[in-house]
């Protein structure tokens, strides 16, 4: 079992399409790296960073870019083999 305490600055909210959406930033017990992850309204996991950062400003920024990019992301249906939005 991992435990993972959370200082109160690791949550970073931001609204989504007029939902309230967060991430939360932690450090690992196991490896000592940096993760992210995204969190819903309902606080159910929709995403989280691929990999670890050794530095806390990494995961930061990693996640600066998921929400600078995120309106504007395409969608790609790997069934169809094509983009649909």
């Known amino acids: 079992m991992i435990l ?13 399409r007029g939902r309230h ?3 939360i930033l932690y ?7 940096w993760y992210w992850q995204c969190r819903a ?4 996991p929709v995403a989280d960073g691929a990999e670890g950062y050794v530095n806390k ?3 930061l920024y990693g996640i600066k870019r998921v929400k600078g990019n995120a309106a504007t992301a395409g969608i790609y249906d790997d069934y ?3 983009w649909i939005v």
């Open 80 to 82: 169809l083999a094509k």
């Open 57 to 59: 400003e990494d995961a």
């Open 27 to 33: 450090k690992s017990v196991d490896d000592s790296q």
């Open 41 to 44: 309204d309902n606080h159910e």
């Open 4 to 16: 993972i305490v959370l200082p109160m600055w690791a949550v970073i909210t931001f609204i989504y």
């Open 21 to 23: 959406m967060y991430f």
